[in-house]
């Protein structure tokens, strides 16, 4: 039998595994011991595992897979940030992973589809069209290598924080999303906790509303601006889910915990940085439980805009700060390797398939699985 058509059980979260066994008719708890080899050991030979029967293990072996991408390159930066590329399929299709440490934690930024369909104006991820949706096995793996490589590094606890700010809009690609913060949230997995597991999405509001119904990780949203005809230019996204419909969703999504919302707004030279933005921005969300991640807009060729200057990011900050509003500016890191916020482009074949649009994303949220 060869190996695309044995079963990859990176693609199962805790529920689909147990339902698997017990196709198999075994029991279920095989799904958490399956896990742990898995993700917390890294054990892929199945005769290895051997809390199960030697019987169950030859029928996993001859069925199933652990089927992980091709790392095709790691790179270093000067500030610790690396960044791996990560070969998806025969076709060339490649996806990036950017880990950046802090004192205090280690955040693995992960991508969610091999482009993007949103085309927001100022992303560089944008210019390179859409071509799929990863697989749960895909996003998952992300985690899986980098971990592994830490702990094989010696790092004691690896990867604290996962964000799903790579390539791709998450929400768009919601039940395989779902089943990988599945695993990363489960302890016989990850053990993550959901306030360190962040979504980032553009804005997909019936995706927003669903997730509330699942899941309750943390949401970051990519705002940008403070009004629609504004946000309509840089996230076309906008002229579908307005910036009201978007905030209402963000306090549903919030209601009844105590959580707050991030909101990430990139600054743009002369586009959206002005005090009177921040004043009308700070408006619109200083009665919000939110936090504000301002973005120094990271350049890459032939890019339609600049960073705005530090003194009008500084002003920005204190203007938003004064009225309440906890904001912080987020620091560049890896841009030396273009890991930076919006440079991550991956590689890809075909890049016409943008016009299948939201659609994709947009059928998969009914009918997910709900899953531990
Ligand atoms: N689609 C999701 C997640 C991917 S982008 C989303 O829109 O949230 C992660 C963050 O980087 C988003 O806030 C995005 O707007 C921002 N970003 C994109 N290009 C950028 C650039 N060139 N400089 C700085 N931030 C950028």
Same mark, same amino acid.
């Given at each position: /039998?060869?190996?695309?058509?044995?079963?990859?059980?990176?693609?199962?979260?805790?529920? %689909?595994?147990?339902?698997?066994?017990?196709?198999?008719?075994?029991?279920?708890? @095989?799904?958490?011991?399956?896990?742990?080899?898995?993700?917390? #050991?890294?054990?892929?030979?199945?005769?290895?595992?051997?809390? /199960?029967?030697?019987?169950?293990?030859?029928?996993?072996?001859?069925?199933?897979?652990?089927?992980?991408?091709?790392?095709?390159?790691?790179?270093?930066?000067?500030?610790?940030? #690396?960044?791996? &590329?990560?070969?998806?399929?025969?076709?060339?299709?490649?996806?990036?992973?950017?880990?950046?440490?802090?004192?205090?934690?280690?955040?693995?930024?992960?991508?969610?589809?091999? !482009?993007?369909?949103?085309? +927001?104006?100022? +992303?560089?991820?944008?210019?390179?069209?859409?071509?799929?949706?990863?697989?749960?096995?895909?996003?998952?793996?992300? &985690?899986?290598?980098?971990?592994?490589?830490?702990?094989?590094?010696?790092?004691?606890? !690896?990867?604290?924080?996962?964000?799903?700010?790579?390539?791709?809009?998450?929400?768009?690609?919601?039940?395989?999303?779902?089943? %990988?913060?599945?695993? /990363?949230?489960?302890?016989?997995?990850?053990?993550?906790?959901? @306030?360190?597991?962040?979504?980032?999405?553009? !804005?997909?509001?019936?995706?927003?509303? @669903?997730? %509330?119904?699942?899941?309750? $990780?943390?949401?970051?949203?990519?705002?940008?601006?403070?009004?629609?005809?504004?946000?309509?230019?840089?996230?076309?996204?906008?002229?579908?889910?307005?910036?009201?419909?978007?905030?209402?969703?963000?306090?549903?999504?919030?209601?009844? *915990?105590?959580?707050?919302?991030?909101?990430?707004?990139?600054?743009?030279?002369?586009?959206?940085?002005?005090?009177?933005?921040?004043?009308?921005?700070?408006?619109?969300? #200083?009665?919000?439980? +939110?936090?504000?991640?301002?973005?120094?807009?990271?350049?890459?060729?032939?890019?339609? *805009?600049?960073?705005?200057?530090?003194?009008?990011?500084?002003?920005?900050?204190? *203007?938003?700060?004064?009225?309440?509003?906890?904001?912080?500016?987020?620091?560049?890191?890896?841009?030396?390797?273009?890991?930076? +916020?919006?440079? &991550? $482009?991956?590689?890809?074949?075909?890049?016409?398939?943008?016009? #299948?649009?939201?659609?994709? !994303?947009?059928?998969?949220?009914?009918?997910?699985?709900?899953?531990?």
């Amino acid at each position: /039998m060869s190996a695309t058509t044995k079963v990859n059980l990176l693609d199962f979260d805790r529920a %689909a595994l147990e339902a698997f066994f017990v196709d198999l008719g075994e029991k279920p708890f @095989r799904a958490r011991q399956l896990l742990q080899w898995v993700h917390q #050991r890294g054990v892929t030979d199945f005769a290895a595992m051997t809390d /199960m029967s030697k019987p169950l293990r030859a029928l996993l072996a001859e069925r199933c897979m652990i089927h992980t991408p091709r790392v095709l390159e790691v790179q270093d930066s000067n500030d610790g940030t #690396r960044k791996w &590329l990560l070969g998806v399929d025969a076709a060339d299709n490649a996806i990036e992973a950017v880990l950046i440490p802090e004192k205090d934690r280690m955040t693995l930024c992960i991508s969610s589809q091999v !482009g993007c369909t949103l085309n +927001c104006s100022f +992303c560089s991820t944008a210019k390179q069209g859409f071509n799929r949706n990863l697989t749960t096995a895909e996003i998952i793996s992300q &985690l899986y290598l980098v971990q592994r490589t830490l702990l094989a590094e010696g790092h004691q606890q !690896g990867v604290t924080n996962v964000v799903m700010m790579g390539m791709g809009e998450p929400l768009l690609n919601f039940a395989a999303v779902i089943a %990988a913060i599945n695993l /990363m949230c489960d302890d016989f997995a990850y053990g993550l906790s959901k @306030r360190r597991v962040t979504i980032s999405t553009a !804005g997909v509001v019936p995706a927003i509303e @669903r997730l %509330a119904q699942v899941t309750d $990780v943390a949401l970051a949203v990519s705002l940008h601006a403070p009004n629609d005809e504004l946000r309509d230019a840089l996230v076309p996204l906008n002229r579908k889910y307005p910036i009201a419909e978007l905030l209402r969703a963000c306090r549903a999504y919030i209601d009844g *915990y105590n959580r707050k919302i991030t909101f990430e707004y990139v600054m743009l030279a002369g586009v959206n940085d002005s005090l009177e933005h921040a004043r009308e921005l700070v408006d619109l969300i #200083r009665d919000l439980p +939110c936090k504000l991640n301002l973005i120094p807009f990271n350049p890459y060729p032939h890019a339609a *805009y600049r960073c705005s200057e530090q003194s009008a990011i500084d002003a920005f900050r204190d *203007y938003a700060l004064g009225r309440g509003v906890i904001t912080v500016t987020r620091r560049a890191r890896g841009d030396d390797i273009d890991a930076a +916020c919006g440079q &991550l $482009v991956g590689a890809f074949q075909d890049r016409s398939r943008r016009s #299948r649009k939201y659609q994709l !994303g947009l059928d998969q949220i009914e009918g997910v699985r709900l899953a531990q």
